[in-house]
T-cell receptor
Framework: DGGITQSPKYLFRKEGQNVTLSCEQNLNHDAMYWYRQDPGQGLRLIYY???????QKGDIAEGYSVSREKKESFPLTVTSAQKNPTAFYLC??????????????FGEGSRLTVL | KQEVTQIPAALSVPEGENLVLNCSFT??????LQWFRQDPGKGLTSLLLIQSSQREQTSGRLNASLDKSSGRSTLYIAASQPGDSATYLCAVLTGANSKLTFGKGITLSVRP
């Protein structure tokens, strides 16, 4: 089935460690996104990419890094520079052509807890 | 800067009731508006997408309307069921930066 797969679903990290969250899509979408969701704050955009080997910062990029070496994959690294990394992270993708251009599809999310 | 508002933050209704969820936005220069459903601890599921040239979209018991000039969208749920209990979010894609702006969502509880 087509969709977006995020892993791991739950992740625990000690302070000072970098962690990488995986996001893979088989929808043949050009654009991919990473959002962070915190209680009472809604979704905030971390990074997005509209084409392989190119990506842009979103509203809260500090302390995060991404890569887009393949169309299907958009991993997010939460670095030790991120001061409040405990959150629910959501990956999404969208097509940039066709009748439903811009329709966003989400993965099931990854919950990161810093101990 | 685009701002999206969803009021109230929470809603509780008895089963079988028809209900309307509201979404308002400040910048009418949008490409599209999308409604999502989110169950606790899960990702977002796309419900309906309305392009800027459209006035409404329907899927089963759901109907979403868009009025760009007034900066409003409504999601109508007919004959609500306990399984409809979830958080409903709207998001708009704005032309200025081609990024989605989300509302904070409405948490719906449908009582049996």
């Amino acid at each position: 089935d087509g969709g977006i797969t995020q892993s791991p679903k739950y992740l625990f990290r000690k302070e000072g460690q970098n962690v990488t969250l995986s996001c893979e899509q088989n929808l043949n979408h050009d654009a991919m996104y990473w959002y962070r969701q915190d209680p009472g704050q809604g979704l905030r955009l971390i990074y997005y990419s509209q084409i392989v080997n190119d990506f842009q910062k979103g509203d809260i990029a500090e302390g995060y890094s991404v890569s887009r070496e393949k169309k299907e994959s958009f991993p997010l690294t939460v670095t030790s520079a991120q001061k409040n990394p405990t959150a629910f992270y959501l990956c999404a993708s969208s097509g940039l052509a066709g009748p439903n251009t811009g329709e966003l599809f989400f993965g099931e999310g990854s919950r990161l807890t810093v101990l | 800067k685009q701002e999206v508002t969803q009021i109230p933050a929470a809603l509780s209704v008895p089963e079988g009731e028809n209900l309307v969820l509201n979404c308002s936005f400040t910048d009418s220069a949008i490409y599209n508006l999308q409604w999502f459903r989110q169950d606790p601890g899960k990702g977002l599921t796309s419900l309906l997408l309305i392009q800027s040239s459209q006035r409404e979209q329907t899927s089963g018991r759901l109907n979403a309307s868009l009025d760009k000039s007034s900066g409003r969208s409504t999601l109508y749920i007919a004959a609500s069921q306990p399984g409809d209990s979830a958080t409903y979010l709207c998001a708009v894609l704005t032309g200025a930066n081609s990024k989605l702006t989300f509302g904070k969502g409405i948490t719906l509880s449908v009582r049996p």
